[in-house]
């Protein structure tokens, strides 16, 4: 039976893992090569790094991050932040990731998605959308607006349609961010979710807002998600994937265990 | 030991290069030399994509070499389109043929609520006499992305279901192909690729 993946997700800031609340009060958490490791040995189904820099200095490191990261990883890794063209994403494959994600390139220039796809295939190609419910509109959830750089910035554009028109131009995966759900612990938009996950053949990934594992169990069954990502495992009052995907094997959901 | 890795220029080859080395394999890449599939010991056919990408093995003469090779008994593993490539050919690009190993054509999955492609961990149901896939659990989970399928026959080494059961793992002789992707598999992924590595290439009957 297929099932659902739990997605550790790797902040990474200058070459270091980082953690903090909505951006504030960061603090080292390690580093990056090391803490996939640790996350796969744990149990997770899929790594994801996601640089929060995404600097053009900080390129090179991210490149090396990527390539250290990947080294002893034999797990999906997906790597995000700053690719901006299909040549940043040959870069970023060529240092041993399998999947990119992109979210405001994607945006400014949706020829991107296709642009990646065909060289490397739908497969390689996560679209991340930053959303957030339109309380003005007549359907908020249908309506929700995408938003870019870190949630700041409205595109004018809504949520299931944006999601609709990544996967006809080549888009392999849609990875959710609920802006209103995300460090708020008080679970996943679940709703969301699911509109966006009937309105798409292919997985969406849901992030934001977990804070137990009720949550996961929620948006996986009134979410219809396909995997979700887990931020920081160790808010949730378990210790690894492992940990997470046996309370979930208990309420149901189908996991990957042993892992 | 020294593996032939083809590249075709569909999709990434970094993981499944860095998975042969982790393991202690020599991998060599080939693009278009014929010369080092002749003298292959063993021979690799990854692949992501769209099966039409396989035309650039027809058109580099690689699908000849390829032929020729595991005419006399090198061990081959196609992975994913790889897999299929084995197969007559796939409704994905109908006038492109496969290797015809096999007979059969893939195809894609049916039209249900479920979504294709389908992405994710799924487990195997493994046939005792495989040996690929030898002394992996009953169960084990393993990695797919597609969205195209072969159907269960007498060279199934392995069923997983989704939508219906479909071929995982094919085998007979020294042709091995997996759906899946050994290399992001995790330690059951790693095994299968260690046991594609010690098939002895006189075992072809």
């Given at each position: 039976m297929l099932t659902k993946r739990i997605i550790a997700c790797l902040d990474v800031h200058a070459g270091r893992v980082v953690k903090g609340v909505q951006f504030v009060d960061i603090i080292d958490a390690g580093d990056p090569a090391e803490l996939a490791a640790r996350h796969a040995r744990e149990g997770a189904d899929e790594i994801v790094l996601l640089d929060i820099t995404a600097t053009h200095e900080g390129r090179a490191t991210l490149l090396d991050t990527v390539r250290r990261a990947a080294k002893e990883l034999f797990v999906p890794f997906c790597v995000g932040g700053g690719i901006r063209t299909a040549r940043d994403a040959e870069q970023v494959f060529d240092a041993g990731a399998d999947k990119v994600s992109v979210n405001s390139a994607a945006i400014a220039d949706p020829a991107l998605i296709t642009a990646i796809g065909s060289s490397?295939?739908?497969?390689a190609v996560v679209v991340a959308i930053d959303a957030r419910r339109?309380?003005?509109?007549?359907d908020p959830i249908r309506d929700a607006q995408v938003l870019v750089q870190g949630g700041r910035?409205?595109?004018?554009?809504r949520v299931v349609e944006w999601a609709r028109e990544a996967e006809q131009r080549g888009a392999g995966e849609i990875l959710l961010t609920s802006m209103d759900a995300d460090?708020?612990?008080?679970?996943?938009d679940c709703e969301l979710t699911a509109a966006v996950s009937q309105a798409v053949s292919i997985p969406v990934i849901a992030s934001g807002g977990a804070g137990t594992v009720a949550h996961f169990t929620d948006v996986f069954i009134r979410?219809?998600?396909?995997a979700a990502l887990a931020?920081?495992?160790?808010?949730?009052?378990?210790?690894s994937s492992r940990a997470l995907k046996a309370e979930l094997a208990r309420a149901g959901i189908p996991v990957r265990l042993p892992c | 030991m020294r593996v032939t890795v083809i590249d075709y220029k569909a999709g990434n080859l970094t993981s499944v290069l860095k998975a042969l080395r982790h393991l202690g394999a020599e991998p060599i890449v080939t693009d278009s030399d014929l010369a080092l599939v002749t003298a292959a010991e063993r021979i690799v056919l990854p692949g992501v994509g769209h099966f039409q990408a396989t035309e650039r093995l027809d058109r580099t003469g690689l699908t000849g070499a390829i032929r020729a090779a595991v005419a006399r008994s090198v061990p081959f593993l196609g992975i994913c389109v790889g897999m299929q490539w084995l197969f007559a050919g796939s409704t994905e690009a109908p006038q492109q043929p496969g290797l015809a190993a096999f007979p059969e054509s893939c195809t894609r999955f049916p039209e249900r609520h479920e979504k294709v492609p389908h992405v994710g961990w799924n487990s195997l149901d493994v046939r005792p006499a495989s040996r690929l896939l030898a002394g992996v659990a009953p169960g084990a989970f393993v990695y797919f992305t597609h969205s195209y399928k072969a159907s269960v026959t007498a060279d199934t080494a392995a069923v997983t279901t989704y939508i219906e059961p479909f071929a995982a793992a094919v085998e007979r002789a020294n042709l091995f192909g997996v759906q899946f992707h050994p290399e992001k598999s995790g330690d059951t992924g790693l095994k299968i690729l260690r046991n594609f590595l010690a098939v002895p290439a006189e075992a072809a009957c």
């Open positions: 490397f295939g739908a497969q339109d309380p003005a509109a007549a910035k409205v595109t004018g554009r460090g708020t612990r008080a679970g996943f979410g219809k998600a396909d931020a920081s495992i160790f808010h949730f009052g378990v210790t | -």
